[in-house]
């Protein structure tokens, strides 16, 4: 009776914790535990030839990309939330090399793309993503943004190998939500959006 009470009280609390967490918090811990599913973009219509997998929480939903660019798009909380993701792929004029990409990836480059989405940029930084070089860039856009009629934060994570770019668009913003609050929950999901960009496995490069 004793070990049936003891067992009865590890499963509530693990339950209320559970209740407790908030929404950046529970998919982080999904990340951290496994509980994700795998997109392979391997071999699809979108991805430019490039074979990759990159993993996200369980509880996304996932859509098809409405424009040729964009492989796939998640949204948190079952498509319910206020976090999306869009896996975006390009080809570049030419093979990338190491001087192409310091190029690619510097301020002025990054500040250039993000001006040329029509966002407001705000900091970016070098990065690595599977051990390749790539570029961070954090930036927040205004009401009327992509027909939206609310404020978003978001960043991107872009990474390239030889002729294929690989961009990795995190937006937070929801109708009813003010700038303030999307940035506040911005910083809540960075930790996650940071997993979900290192769980992506470049395969071509493993051949």
Same mark, same amino acid.
């Given at each position: 009776?004793?070990?049936? +009470? *003891?067992? /009865? ?8 914790? @559970? ?13 951290? %535990? ?9 071999? #699809? ?18 859509? &098809?990309?409405?424009?040729? $660019? ?9 498509? *319910?939330? %206020?976090?999306?993701? #869009? ?11 190491? &001087?192409?990409?310091?190029? +690619? ?19 970016? %930084? ?16 205004? =009401? ?8 978003? #934060? ?12 690989? #961009?990795? $668009?995190?937006?937070?913003? =929801? ?17 996650? /959006? ?7 496995? +470049? =395969?071509?490069? @493993? =051949?």
């Amino acid at each position: 009776m004793k070990s049936l +009470l *003891t067992a /009865f009280i590890v499963i509530a609390s693990s339950l209320l914790s @559970r209740a407790q967490n908030t929404p950046s918090e529970t998919d982080l811990s999904a990340m951290k %535990s496994g509980e994700t599913v795998v997109f392979d973009g391997s071999g #699809h219509a979108k991805s430019k030839g490039l074979e990759f997998s990159i993993k996200v929480p369980k509880s996304w939903a996932m859509k &098809e990309g409405g424009t040729p $660019n964009i492989v796939q798009k998640f949204y948190n909380e079952n498509g *319910t939330g %206020s976090v999306q993701l #869009h896996i975006i792929s390009r080809t570049l004029p030419s093979p990338s090399t190491p &001087e192409i990409l310091e190029n +690619l990836y510097s301020e002025p480059a990054i500040r250039n793309v993000a001006e040329q989405l029509g966002t407001s940029f705000i900091r970016s %930084s070098s990065s690595a993503i599977d051990g390749e070089p790539a570029g961070y860039c954090e930036y927040r856009t205004e =009401k009327g943004w992509m027909g939206g009629d609310f404020c978003t #934060h978001g960043c991107f994570f872009i990474v390239c190998w030889e002729t294929t770019m690989i #961009h990795f $668009n995190f937006v937070v913003g =929801k109708k009813g939500k003010t700038d303030e609050q999307a940035a506040i929950e911005f910083a809540e999901y960075l930790p996650v /959006f940071r997993a979900i960009t290192n769980s992506f496995v +470049l =395969k071509d490069k @493993r =051949k």
